[in-house]
């Protein structure tokens, strides 16, 4: 008997109309004689209201204490599905993080998963049970409650295919696949039937929402097959595998993607400061999670550091700064980010051409072009604009 994994986000789930509806999705699998695990997210925006409640009692939350509230969302979900399915005579039983045997490191906010016992899971699904395993959360050895991070439930939920040698990961959302690139915000947007793992991590590295990375880099290190689909509609959705139906040697863009969620920040000392010192900050900046990228500048003449950063953590480096080096001025602008991908994008001269020329046209300020064998990104010293962005879409994506 065939095992598969079902993921159903927020959006999916976020009302008990919606949990309905996705009862009936589960049905479809259920009729076909599978065994069935079921990995939920929290409902709607209950995460994003939870952060809210927590910033209101403090800027900075205790990080243990913020993933113990976080938590509490996906055990609603996963609670009221199951109590749905039952009523509808499907055998369903719910699991916390903990409870399903998800063990992660010690770090709060973006825990990687370490291991997973799956003792009980596989023991309720030969019992005949639906199993419904709260997303984006899992406890570590001091079984203090950690999370993963926001799309966790997209790990969460390929972790466990991986480990019970599931056929297949659904993983089912609002939109019918993976796209070109937002089509919540670009009417240009094509849907992709296939796409290779390497394009689609890429693709999530530069913050696409529609798969969480380490979803993706989880599927292709066990060869498990995942396949993004609409909870709400019946089309065919995207197939993410290591098959291709294009050439073998291919150089086609298949995703764009707009990161409008950075900053560029430049640290400048009011005083001597030896690339030593300069060396522990980064340390500092390192062991606070703050995952700052592109570092442009770093030397005795310069005497400032640059990098980009994302908008969430700016807050937190700014109260580092003023804990431990007041004597920082620290400047910052928004920016940019578009990254083309696509594999062999590196030999195909004619995209590069075209991404220079839409620059050149459009008197537009890079920061920086990065190329490798699979994607060009581009940082603009400034917020493009949407028109502009689908002006580029439609430049390098036919």
Known sequence: MDTVVLKFGGSSVADNIKLNIVAEKIKEFYKENKKIVVVVSAQGDTTDKLIKEAMSLSSMPNERELDVLLSCGEQITIAKLSILLNRMEMKAISLTGWQAGIYTNNTNQDAIIENIDTTRIENELNNNNIVIVAGFQGINKKLDITTLGRGGSDTTAMAIAAKIKATACYIFSDVDGVYSADPKKTKVAKKIDNISYSEMIEIADEGAKVLHNRCVEVGQKFNVPIIAKSTFLNNSGTIINNTSKDKIEESSVKSIVKNDNLKFVNLKPNNQLSIDRLNRIYDILIKNELNIEN?????????????????????????????KYKNFDISCLDITKISVIGNGIMSNNKVLNKILKFITENKLNVLNIQISEVKISILFKEIIPDDLFDQLHKMVIK
């Open 295 to 323: 570092v442009f500048k770093c030397s005795n003449e310069e005497q400032s550091i640059y990098f980009t950063m994302s908008k969430t953590k700016f807050n937190k480096l700014s109260l580092i700064l003023e804990e």
